[in-house]
């Protein structure tokens, strides 16, 4: 049964249409690559299944019910730019998603703390570019949740942070949770998805499974998206 779907889902800036009717159907248990160039709808599509925007046209739905306070309970969202307060230090910044979220696992947290020698006593705006973003995300994979909105997780990070970063997104998500990944660095998660959708001018262009892809076209995800769908 699809955790999140789609149905005829638009969203318009006033003239601009970022998504255009689209359908879309993702179950749990996979880890599913959102993929396009830039301003093809990724960050759009990931802010309405959060709830930050709402559609034009169509439905979204998130668990059944359409996104809001309800279904934040059990969706966790990672934005593509600093989100945590940056006065709080580490330790701080435990204790408030420790309040604020009943699935956070805080020794989860933890453990992928030390295995960074991160100072818990250490300000956040203080840590370097890569540690905030490996502490952000630590934080956003130590809750239990149904499903997992990355957007752009790896970008700006140098490759050993990315190795870090998909490691964490591998070995921290339940097998019956979703994960989506927004990206158009595709060679970079494609070792870990299992199924890709690609997004251009607001259209899907490729709902597939990784795999089968692989096999029908005899090239890698990343190749086969510079060799066929060049901008």
């Not at 230090?89 to 204790?95: F, G, I, K, R």
């Not at 933890?110 to 995300?137: I, T």
Request: hydrophobic letters at 40%; charged letters at 25%; a negative charge.
């Amino acid at each position: 049964m699809a955790v999140l779907e789609c149905m005829q889902l638009t969203k318009r800036y006033g003239g601009i249409t970022a998504l255009d009717h689209i359908n879309l159907s993702l179950e749990p248990g996979r880890i599913v690559g959102l993929v396009g160039p830039n301003g093809s709808g990724k960050t759009t599509l990931i802010k309405l299944a959060q709830h930050l925007l709402t559609p034009t046209e169509g439905q979204i739905l998130i668990g059944g019910m359409e996104p809001g306070a309800r279904t934040k309970g059990f969706v966790s969202y990672l934005p593509d730019r600093d989100y945590l307060p940056s006065w709080m230090n580490v330790e701080s910044l435990l204790d408030f998603y420790q309040d604020f979220y009943r699935d956070f696992d805080v020794q989860r947290a933890v453990q992928m703390l030390q295995a960074l020698e991160v100072d818990p006593r250490m300000a956040f705006k203080k840590l370097s570019k890569g540690n905030k973003e490996k502490v952000q995300l630590i934080m956003t994979m130590s809750r239990n949740a149904k499903i997992y909105l990355l957007d752009e997780p790896i970008a700006g990070v140098d490759p050993a942070a990315r190795d870090f970063i998909l490691r964490t997104i591998i070995g921290n998500y339940s097998e019956k949770a979703l994960v989506l990944i927004s990206t158009h660095l595709i060679a970079d998660v494609e070792p870990v998805l299992d199924e890709v959708v690609f997004l251009k001018h607001g259209h899907v262009e490729l709902h597939e499974n990784v795999d089968i892809l692989r096999e029908r076209t005899g090239m890698s995800v990343d190749n086969y998206f510079r060799e066929v769908y060049r901008c």
